[in-house]
């Protein structure tokens, strides 16, 4: 039983420490390697809001406007995600436009 909970408690340890680089490297404007950080990992953070946002941002600041429409339906649960959501879109679409 203690290994199961040791297990448990690395695991998620090991997820929380990929937000906190990623929001280490957001600050000093190394957007592109917290880009390819969150977007290696995006799968194991489908629920964490926070992590979405920070990768959202870091490819967006980093010019890989392309990765952002997975992060965009995931923002959807908290006020301020859908906010970031929005704001995200009309960048995606603005591109899209331009393109067309």
Do not use: W
């Not at 969150?38 to 953070?45: L, P």
């Not at 979405?52 to 995931?74: E, G, Q, T, V, W």
């Not at 995600?81 to 899209?96: C, G, P, Q």
């Amino acid at each position: 039983m203690k290994k199961v909970f040791f297990i448990l408690f690395f695991i998620s340890f090991a997820y929380s420490d990929t937000k906190i680089t990623m929001l280490k490297l957001y600050n000093k404007k190394q957007y592109t390697k917290a880009c390819n950080i969150g977007f290696k990992d995006f799968n194991n953070h489908l629920q964490d809001e926070d992590y979405i946002s920070i990768y959202a941002f870091s490819c967006l600041r980093a010019d890989f406007i392309d990765r952002l429409s997975l992060p965009l339906s995931k923002l959807k649960f908290s006020k301020a995600s859908r906010t970031n959501a929005v704001y995200l879109s009309i960048i995606f679409m603005e591109k899209k436009l331009l393109y067309h």
